[in-house]
Structure formats: structure tokens, C-alpha cells
């Protein structure tokens, strides 16, 4: 059974594991004791595998769930906190350092992190860590890496490569490496199971390979189109070339030398793949293989990809593919040889561009949980397109504003902020990308209540937009001035500002989800000016325009103003119709923000009902979200008010203890739970 998204992400097993029993009962009594732990090896020996093995079977003693970071693509240390704040679900919305925000975030939690690689990141995986420990004595940390981190509260678990058979021992149930090499060979071919000859050829290439199990593996993976013995034969002829003297080859060299000799038996086409999907950092999926390193030369990508895979070059995760490090520094290596890893970086560039803008184009529409997947999915390439090329560039500054929907809609707010102001602050006045970098900036500023630095980028857009005739641009920046009057309660300037939104947008002639938001922003404006009727006049044209789309995430914000707006007319029924049908659509889109609120209006609609009991237990269920994804409250104290007056009333109906108690029910209930209970 797969552990529920909000208890952790530790991936599923996709091979069999083999020994390693030793380590992994050291690392869970250490980790009882200790708070952070790093396994530490060189590269190749299986850190991450032990590591991973550990923490699934130790993370029921961890309450709010174990958590993996990997950090193998990883190379801006400037946004460790933000990569760990996204894996840990944590909603971008402070203007806060995002490192005080995780710490303050993980204060109370019970939880197991698992920083993966950091070598890349060490001075910023240190600095992270001991903030982490300092400010949250309830989390444990194990982290993997070539080398300690260097802290005092650091306990190092050293793993080396697995014991080789000693010469005529080749009996499989004894030794690890052994083991490893029959059960990987096993899978890739349908060769009877090795015996007599055949089992001391196989002893001998772990013995050839030190032990190492990423060495082991790639061999295992090769043996497709030779017997053991003649593989074995081949193995030992290339290491007495690479040196005379075998002490003199280093654990690197070996299994430099397998990776080495596992490109040789490739085919031309499929090391020339290989080379160039050096390119990638993190996850990528077949689509931007082929676009990134398709070409006349290389026809058949998809067919290459799972023949990497079957080698073991390439390793499958959940909607694509990832390279282990190891793996991916020989390809660039070959890739520069080839004098082409400039032309593969900008095809690269080109496509994460091009996957933005189509996100942003199709985001109004009926595929919006796809879009979301696959924005999380890319993330580390997105990140390496944007730190790869200088900020001032044409293409940066149009990414890091068309990723508005990956920093706004989906809550990485903090991270989009570092890299849109990073454009902003070197932008030249006459790129025509910048209106939409400065109103994308404002909108999350915004969000995060930033409200003057919002409204002061909304200002800059609007004016260079209008300059430049961009219409749909002064639209979008002239939605973030009525969101500003909305929050700080200039309401009566919230009318005309949407009319001169949705007047840009018609100059603009372009259909865009910013048109339903604006709707939604003038519903609420009515509502907070006691005007129900007028606010459900809005909001059918908003249902008319997302259904006609299929869109689902601004219509839900219109469907819980609308919830409020029926309420406050008094129709019950129809406001807890409303409130149902925002809270499935957030909850399908993981929009805990949205998700929050509501499950905080059926609770305000239970206590205007009459049911005491209901409305301490959704608002339990409410507080927990806000906590366990670090949100902060929305809007004004004018929105906090029915919250309060339910639990007045809630408290009259059934009393204190049994409001107390039925709040701690629904705070102890998982959201998942929440969500079912909510919708019963």
C-alpha cells in the first residue's frame, strides 16, 4: 500500500534489494539517538538506496511522515530551503526568508527529512541543517554524501562496497555482491539460471569490480549478448590494459572503467543518447528527450530510452526518466568531446520555454491537474533553464514571468520571487517580455501580502504595457491593482478596476483565466459590501466562462464566494452545495490553500445549521491544513468574523469539552480523512 501523499514520497522499490542489513539496522539505532546522520561513501556504493531503505522502514515512528530531497540535479544553494519547502508541501506565502519560514514551519513536527547527494550543495546543506536542528528538535535528518557535512550533532555512517567472493566460492547465498550481480543479470536476460563455470565467472567480475554495486550493476546490465564467462574473459582484459598493477587502480578508476566499458558496448546511436542527455538535471520525460536530443541522427529516441533503461544507464521513475550522477558526468564529459554540449543546452532552454508558454496558454482549459504535474515534474530543469542563461537575456526574462502559473497557482511563490526580481532588477526598459515579468512579480507579491511592493510592480507593468500596446499584459497588471484595493478595503475601487480589466482583455482578444479571477475578485468585493444578489450575478458568468472551458481552479474560488454570498441570503442548502463543490475541485488540485478555506465555510454553514459537533470538527480539520502546510490566514479581519461567530455558536450548542473534543477529532484527522468527512 502506498503511503498517502501528505505521510511522504519515498519512492517505491522498482528492483529488488540486496544485503546491506547491517547498515540499515545501525542507521535506524543511530537515528534513536542522534539527529542528523549522514551516510557517507564514494560514489556508486548505494548511499541513497540504504538511506531510502532505512527511513521506510523506520517512518511509522515519525508522525508527520519521511521526506525525500534529492538534490543529485540540484545547483543553486541559494534555493535549498525551497526545493525542501516544495518536496514537504510547505506553500511559498511569506515574504520571510524562506529558510526562517521551513525552520518556523518543521518547529512543531515529528517528521524524518532525507537530504539525498549533497555533496552539490554543501555549505548550503550545513548552513540549512543546523537551522533545521536548532529550530526543530522534533525532526531527524539523514543525508547522503561523498563526504560529512562537518557539524557537532553529526553522526557519520561510513558504507563501503559489498565484500567480494573469495576464489572458489561462487555459492550465491553467501555473498551480497554475488547476489546483486545474479539477481540484475537475471532480469535482463532469459538465460537458464549461471551454475558451476558460469557462477565463478560471475564471481570473478565482482571480484574484477571491487564490490561495487553501481559497477556491479552496470556489468549485470551488459550481460545480454554474451555468456558470463566470455563477459568475465573481456572484463579482465580491460582492466590488465587500464593498469599492470592492480593495487594501483583506485575505487574511482573501477568504476570509471565500468561505466567506460558499459558505453563500448552500446550501440553508436545509444551512446550518442546517453551523451546527450547529459543535458538533464533531475526528472525528464520522454517528450523532452525527443525535442531536447532528437534529430536526423537520432530517429528513434523513445526505442534508445528503454534501451538505456535495460542496460541500466537510465533509471525509471513515476512520468519519465533520471540519470544517477555518476552516470550523467560521463555523458557530459563525452558530450563535450563532441563539441555539441552548447547547441544541447540551448535546445534545452528552448524547450522548457516552450513547455511554459504551452502550460500558460492551456492552464484556462480543461487539463489543469495535468499541467500542474507536469510543472512540479520539470522543476529542476526549469530551474537549470533559468540559471543557465545570464537574467537580462530575452529568454529568461520570458520564463521566469510565463512560469507565473508554476509560482502563483501552484504556491511556489518565494522561488519565483527570487528569480523574477533577479530579471526585473537587470532588464532592459524595451524587452517586451518585462510587463509580463513585472505584473507576474506583482501578483505573487501580493499573494504572499506584500501588498505595496504589488501594487508598486502592478503600476510599472501597466504603464510599460500600455506603452507598448500590450493589452493583455495591462489587463493582467490592471487585475493585481483591484486585487490590492480588494485586500486593504478599498472596495468601491474594485468595480471599475475590473471593467478596465476586462476591457484590456477584450483589446487584447485573448481568453485567459485572469477574466473568471476577476469576476471572482468582483464578487467578493460585493460580498464584503453586503451585496449577496449582486455578488451572484457575477459569479454565474464566472460558472459560464470556466464550464465552457473546463477550467476548475478559478471557478472553485468563485464557487466558495459563492458559498459565502448564499449564505449570507440565507440559503443554506445551496451555500453548502457551493462550498462542496469548491472543496473537491481544490482538493483534486492539491490547492490546500483553497482546500482550507473551504472546509472553514462548511463549518461556519454547520454552525448556521444548528450542528455544533460538525462545525468544531471541520474546524479542527481547517486549523490542521493551515499548520501542516504552513499557510497563512486570507484576506482581512472582515473574513475571520463568521470563523469566530461559528465557534461562538458551535461552543452555545454543545458546550466547551465537547467542542474542545470534536475540534481534536478533526485536527487529529489526516486531510484525507478531513476531505471524506467534509464531503459525507
Known amino acids: ?170 555459492a550465491p547465498g553467501e555473498n551480497d555482491a554475488l547476489r546483486l550481480f545474479l539477481d540484475r543479470a537475471r532480469s535482463t536476460t532469459s538465460d537458464p539460471p549461471p551454475d558451476g563455470t558460469a557462477l565463478e565467472a560471475a564471481a570473478r567480475i565482482c571480484r574484477r569490480l571491487d564490490g561495487i554495486p553501481l559497477a556491479i550493476e552496470l556489468a549485470a546490465g551488459q550481460v545480454t549478448t554474451m555468456r558470463t564467462e566470455a563477459f568475465a574473459e573481456r572484463l579482465e582484459s580491460r582492466f590488465t590494459a587500464l593498469s599492470a598493477n592492480r593495487a594501483l587502480i583506485s575505487h574511482r578508476q573501477t568504476l570509471r572503467a ?162 523574477m526580481k533577479r530579471a526585473i532588477d537587470v532588464a532592459p526598459i524595451t524587452d517586451p517580455g518585462l510587463p509580463k515579468l513585472l505584473w507576474a512579480d506583482g501578483c505573487v507579491a501580493m499573494a504572499q501580502g506584500d501588498m505595496e511592493s504589488g501594487r508598486h510592480r502592478a503600476e510599472m507593468a501597466l504603464a510599460a504595457a500600455l506603452d507598448w500596446g500590450d493589452y493583455a499584459a495591462a489587463g493582467h497588471a490592471q487585475l493585481r491593482l483591484a486585487t490590492r484595493a480588494l485586500c486593504v478595503g478599498e472596495l468601491e475601487e474594485v468595480a471599475p478596476s475590473i471593467e478596465l480589466v476586462r476591457e484590456y482583455f477584450r483589446r487584447a482578444q485573448i481568453m485567459t483565466v485572469s477574466e473568471p479571477l476577476a469576476l471572482v475578485t468582483a464578487a467578493m468585493a460585493a460580498v464584503w459590501q453586503g451585496d449577496f444578489a449582486k455578488a451572484i450575478d457575477v459569479l454565474e458568468e464566472t460558472q459560464r466562462l470556466c464550464d465552457g472551458r473546463g477550467e476548475r481552479w478559478a471557478r472553485a474560488y468563485g464557487d466558495y464566494v459563492l458559498s459565502i454570498a448564499q449564505l449570507g441570503l440565507g440559503r443554506a442548502e445551496e451555500a453548502e452545495f457551493a462550498a462542496r463543490q469548491s472543496l473537491e475541485a481544490k482538493w483534486r488540485l492539491r490547492d490546500t490553500t483553497g482546500v482550507a478555506l473551504a472546509l472553514e465555510q462548511l463549518a461556519v454553514i454547520a454552525a448556521v445549521r444548528g450542528d455544533g459537533y460538525r462545525t468544531a470538527r471541520l474546524q479542527g480539520s481547517g486549523m490542521r491544513l493551515w499548520t501542516t502546510f504552513g499557510l497563512r490566514g486570507f484576506g482581512t479581519e472582515s473574513m475571520s468574523e463568521p470563523r469566530t461567530v461559528a465557534e461562538r455558536t458551535a461552543r452555545q450548542l454543545v458546550g466547551d469539552g465537547t467542542y474542545d473534543a470534536a475540534f481534536a477529532e478533526g485536527h487529529d484527522d489526516d486531510p484525507d480523512a478531513a476531505v471524506a468527512f467534509a464531503l459525507d
Open 1 to 170: 500500500m502506498s503511503n498517502p501523499w501528505w505521510r511522504g514520497n519515498l519512492p517505491a522499490e522498482t528492483s529488488s534489494f540486496i544485503g546491506r542489513e547491517a547498515e540499515i539496522r545501525k542507521l535506524i539505532k543511530t537515528l534513536a539517538d542522534t539527529p542528523l546522520v549522514t551516510v557517507v561513501g564514494a560514489e556508486g556504493v548505494g548511499k541513497s538506496r540504504i538511506a531510502v531503505k532505512a527511513a521506510e522502514e523506520c517512518r511509522d515512528f515519525h508522525l508527520d511522515g519521511a521526506w525525500l530531497v534529492e538534490l543529485s540535479g540540484e545547483r543553486n544553494g541559494d534555493l535549498l530551503a525551497h526545493t525542501v519547502a516544495a518536496v514537504l508541501g510547505l506553500r511559498e506565502e511569506s515574504p520571510r526568508p524562506q529558510s526562517e519560514v521551513l525552520v518556523e514551519f518543521l518547529a512543531g513536527k515529528k517528521l524524518l527529512l532525507l537530504l539525498d547527494t549533497c555533496e552539490n550543495l554543501l555549505p548550503a546543506c550545513r548552513e540549512l541543517v543546523t537551522a533545521i536542528l536548532a529550530g526543530a528538535p522534533g525532526v531527524r535528518i539523514v543525508a547522503t554524501s561523498r563526504q560529512p557535512l562537518g557539524l557537532a550533532e553529526e553522526a557519520v555512517l561510513r558504507v563501503e562496497p559489498f565484500p567480494v567472493p573469495r576464489p572458489g566460492d561462487a
Open 258 to 419: 565500468a561505466i567506460a566499458w558499459a558505453c563500448e558496448l552500446c550501440t553508436p546511436d545509444e551512446r550518442l543518447l546517453w551523451a546527450r542527455l547529459s543535458v538533464f538535471a533531475g526528472n525528464f520525460d520522454a517528450e523532452a528527450a525527443v525535442w531536447v536530443c532528437g534529430d536526423e541522427h537520432l530517429p528513434d529516441v523513445p526505442g534508445l530510452l528503454s534501451a538505456l533503461v535495460e542496460r541500466s544507464l537510465l533509471i525509471r521513475v513515476p512520468g519519465g526518466y533520471r540519470q544517477l550522477d555518476t552516470i550523467r558526468e560521463y555523458g557530459r564529459e563525452q558530450l563535450v568531446g563532441l563539441h555539441d554540449e552548447e547547441r544541447l543546452a540551448l535546445r534545452h532552454r528552448y524547450y522548457y520555454l516552450d513547455l511554459a508558454r504551452r502550460a500558460d496558454r492551456n492552464w484556462y482549459g480543461p487539463d489543469q491537474e495535468s499541467w500542474a504535474r507536469r510543472l512540479n515534474f520539470s522543476i529542476t530543469n526549469l530551474r537549470l533553464a533559468l540559471d543557465s542563461d545570464v537574467p537580462s537575456s530575452p529568454m529568461s526574462i520570458e520564463l521566469a514571468g510565463t512560469l507565473w502559473i508554476l509560482w502563483f497557482c501552484l504556491g511556489r511563490m518565494h522561488e519565483g520571487r527570487y528569480y
